[in-house]
Nanobody, 119 residues
Framework: QVQLVESGGGLVQPGGSLRLSCAAS????????MGWYRQARGKQRELVGI???????NYADSVKGRFTISRDNAKNTVYLQMNSLKPEDTAVYLC?????????????WGQGTQVTVSS
């Protein structure tokens, strides 16, 4: 069984920074793309950014230049560094990973961590 556990959310003032982490654990053979999505209250889930095994990244236009995704393959962990945060970045942030276990390749999600940007 595979678990994704996120940490690092919280309350921050506009212009501030936060760093999210997401660690995968379980019967993992390999992890393909990892990334972050977010869902604001009353809105659909949207992609924030994604990173391949080789470190190639892709970001939503709304966060380009402010957010940075990185990963540590040895630790099965993906990070999201969020700078210059805006109130519109307020949402539940969910970690995503495509994981090859001993049984199959499937998509996995974390439980979500709340990020609130407010003065």
């Amino acid at each position: 069984q595979v678990q994704l556990v996120e940490s690092g959310g919280g309350l921050v003032q506009p212009g501030g920074s936060l760093r999210l982490s997401c660690a995968a654990s379980g019967s993992i053979r390999s992890i393909y793309p990892m990334g972050w999505y977010r869902q604001a209250r009353g809105k659909q889930r949207e992609l924030v950014g994604i990173i391949t095994q080789d470190g190639d990244t892709n970001y939503a236009d709304s966060v380009k230049g402010r957010f940075t995704i990185s990963r540590d393959n040895a630790k099965n962990t993906v990070y999201l560094q969020m700078n210059s945060l805006k109130p519109e970045d307020t949402a539940v942030y969910l970690c995503y990973a495509s994981i090859h276990t001993t049984a199959s390749i499937s998509d996995y999600w974390g439980q979500g961590t709340q990020v609130t940007v407010s003065s």
